[in-house]
C-alpha cells in the first residue's frame, strides 16, 4: 500500500519504486546494465536509515553516448533518406498506430498521474487533467491529420500542369520537453511529429521522467521498429552527441532558450535544422484603472500562481495603475496569504517545488529585489521550508532588479504601478520575450487601441482572463525569444512537415499514368482516397 503524507515534510516511509532498466531503440525494449541515476521527489519522507529527506522513487539509465548514437542510427534507419516503410506508410495505416498507442496509454493513467504528483508535486487534479489532456490532443491530432489528408486528395491544375499536393515528413526528429508538463508538453511535440511520417529520439526531462518508463511498452506495441527511439539520462552525453552528428532534422524543444540555443550550436548544417521551441516567456498582467477588481484577483491568482507559477505561461510580472494599485495590492495580498500549501493528491493549489534549488533562488530574487528598494506586501510572503517558499508579492518592482529581468518560474510575484499606458507597452516592446498578455479593463474605446497594439507585441491577448495555453487547438506560439513555429493541434502537424508534390504536365501519355497510378494503389503518396 503506497504511503501519501499529509504534509510536505512527514514521517511516513515511500515503498513504491519504479526501478526503470530498459529503453527504447529499433523496436526494442534493451536493459541497460550501466549505471542508474537515483530519481528523488522533493517531497519528504522518512528514508531507510530514518532520516527525512527528499523521497527516493526509482532510479533511471544514466545513459552513455554510445546507445545514444544507437537510438540515432536506428531513427536514421526507420526514415532511410524517405524510403522507410513509416514515411512512406498509407496515411490510414499510421493512424492504425497511433489509436493503438492511445488505447494501451490509457491503461497507465493511475500510474502516470501517481508519479505526475510525486515526481513534479503537480496536484490531483491537474496531474489527471494532463494526462487526459495528453490522450484527447491525440484522438484530436489524428482527426486534425485526416482533415489536412482530406484536403489533399485531389489533383489541381495550373499553367497545364496537374499538381497532387501532401504534406511530407522533414526526417529525424530530437525531441526533448520540460518538466512542468513533462507528459503533455513532450508529446505535443512527438505526436504530430510522428503522424506525420518523420521518425524520432526522445529523451524525458530531468523532473517527470520516471512516468515515462510505463509507456515504454506501448511505444514499442504500437510503431514499426526504430520510429519512436525512447532515452534516458544527461543532455551532454545524449543530446549533444546526436546533434553534432548533423543527422537530426527537427530539433523540438520545449524548456529554455539557452538550451535550445546551445544545441542548435552543435549542429553542423544550420540550414538543415528546423525548429519548433517553446521557450521562456514573462507574460504580463496590465490592470487598468477601470477593472473589476474582485474578477482581476482571481484571475491574477491562477494566472501567477497555479502551479506555483513554474508555467511558461504563467503572468510573471503584473503592472497595475496607479490609481487603484493600494486597494489591488491589499485584495491580493490577502487572497495570496489564503492559499493552502499542501500535498498534490489532497489537491492542494500551492504544493512543494520539484527543482530543489528553486526555494532558494526565489529568496535570493526576492533579497535582491528588496536590497533595491521594493517590500514583500503579503504577511507570509518568502517563508521558507526546504522545500517551498511561500508566494511572495514585490512591490513597487524596478527594471534594475532580477525579478524584473529573469523568467522567476516560481512563486514570486512582482508588481509594477504606472501612470501612463506607454511604461507597460514599451516594456514589453523592450523584453526578450512576447508570447502572450493579460489585459484587465471594460472601457472599449480604451481597451480597442490597446487590443491593436498588443497583438502586435504578443501572439495572444486574453481579455480580463489569465494566459493559457488552451484550448489546443488554438494557436500556442510566440514572438521573439519565446518561440519558434506553432504548436495548435492542426499548426504542429504543419510545422513537423513540409508541403510536396508530384508535377505532371497535362500530356496523354502522362495523364494515362497518373490514372493507372491511381487505380494501381502502388503509390501511397499517389491517392485520392477520402479518409473516413
Ligand atoms: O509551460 C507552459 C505551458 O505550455 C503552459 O500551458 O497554459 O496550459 O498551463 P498551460
Not at 508535377?503 to 503509390?523: C, G, Q, V
Request: glycine share 6%; charged share 25%; with cysteine.
Amino acid at each position: 500500500m503506497e504511503v501519501k503524507p499529509s504534509k510536505p515534510d512527514s514521517n511516513e516511509t515511500y515503498e513504491n519504486f519504479v526501478y526503470c532498466k530498459t529503453y527504447l531503440v529499433d523496436g526494442k525494449l534493451k536493459s541497460w546494465s550501466g549505471k542508474s541515476s537515483d530519481v528523488f521527489s522533493n517531497i519528504y519522507t522518512r528514508n531507510k536509515d530514518g532520516e527525512i529527506k527528499p523521497t527516493l522513487l526509482g532510479s533511471i539509465p544514466d545513459m552513455e553516448t554510445e546507445p545514444a548514437l544507437e537510438a540515432l542510427d536506428s531513427a536514421v534507419a526507420a526514415f532511410n533518406r524517405g524510403k522507410g516503410k513509416w514515411p512512406t506508410m498509407r496515411v490510414g495505416e499510421r493512424i492504425k498506430c497511433l489509436e493503438k498507442f492511445a488505447d494501451k496509454m490509457k491503461n497507465y493513467r493511475e500510474e502516470v498521474v501517481n508519479l505526475l504528483m510525486w515526481e513534479i508535486s503537480k496536484n490531483k487534479s491537474d496531474s489527471y487533467k494532463e494526462f487526459d489532456r495528453t490522450v484527447d490532443y491525440i484522438y484530436d491530432t489524428i482527426e486534425a491529420y485526416k482533415e489536412i489528408d482530406r484536403k489533399s486528395a485531389k489533383f489541381e491544375k495550373q499553367s497545364g500542369i496537374y499538381a497532387h499536393i501532401r504534406r511530407g515528413p522533414l526526417g529525424v526528429v530530437l525531441c526533448l520537453g520540460p518538466y512542468n508538463y513533462p507528459l503533455n508538453e513532450t508529446f505535443c511535440l512527438l505526436i504530430p511529429a510522428i503522424i506525420m511520417g518523420n521518425t524520432a529520439i526522445f529523451k524525458p526531462a530531468k523532473h517527470g521522467v520516471l512516468l515515462i518508463a510505463p509507456l515504454l511498452k506501448a511505444f514499442q506495441e504500437s510503431f514499426p521498429p526504430g520510429v519512436v527511439n525512447i532515452l534516458f539520462g544527461r543532455g551532454r552525453k545524449i543530446a549533444t552527441p546526436i546533434m553534432k552528428t548533423g543527422l537530426i532534422d527537427v530539433l523540438a524543444l520545449i524548456g529554455h532558450s539557452s538550451s535550445a540555443v546551445s544545441l542548435q550550436d552543435q549542429h553542423p548544417n544550420k540550414n538543415r535544422l528546423r525548429l519548433v521551441l517553446g521557450l521562456e516567456a514573462k507574460n504580463p498582467g496590465i490592470i487598468l484603472p477601470d477593472a473589476d477588481l474582485d474578477h482581476t484577483i482571481k484571475e491574477c491568482i491562477s494566472g501567477t500562481l497555479s502551479y506555483n507559477g513554474q508555467r511558461c505561461t504563467a503572468l510573471k510580472v503584473l503592472y497595475v495603475h496607479e490609481s487603484i494599485v493600494d486597494e489591488f495590492n491589499k485584495q491580493f495580498a490577502k487572497a495570496v496569504d489564503n492559499l493552502k500549501l499542501g500535498m498534490p493528491w489532497d489537491d492542494a493549489f500551492l504544493t512543494p517545488l520539484p527543482e530543489p534549488t528553486k526555494p532558494s533562488y526565489i529568496q535570493e530574487l526576492i533579497k535582491d529585489a528588496i536590497g533595491k528598494g521594493a517590500k514583500v506586501i503579503n504577511n507570509k510572503g518568502g517563508q521558507l521550508t526546504n522545500n517551498y517558499s511561500f508566494p511572495a508579492i514585490l512591490y513597487p518592482v524596478t527594471e534594475d532588479m532580477k525579478l524584473y529581468q529573469e523568467e522567476q518560474f516560481g512563486p514570486v510575484i512582482p508588481i509594477i504601478p504606472y501612470n501612463e499606458i506607454d511604461e507597460p507597452l514599451d516594456a514589453m516592446a523592450a523584453s526578450e520575450y512576447g508570447q502572450q498578455v493579460s489585459l484587465f479593463g471594460r472601457d472599449v474605446s480604451r481597451l480597442a487601441p490597446l487590443v491593436d497594439t498588443l497583438a502586435n507585441l504578443v501572439c495572444r491577448v486574453n481579455l480580463n482572463s489569465a494566459c493559457q495555453r488552451g484550448p489546443d487547438v488554438y494557436p500556442f506560439t510566440g514572438r521573439k525569444n519565446s518561440a519558434v513555429s506553432t504548436l495548435s493541434v492542426h499548426d504542429a502537424l504543419r510545422s513537423f512537415s513540409i508541403r510536396t508534390f508530384l508535377a505532371s504536365k497535362d500530356t496523354p501519355s502522362n495523364n494515362k499514368i497518373l490514372e493507372r497510378l491511381l487505380s494501381s494503389e502502388k503509390s501511397n503518396f499517389v491517392s485520392t482516397d477520402y479518409l473516413l
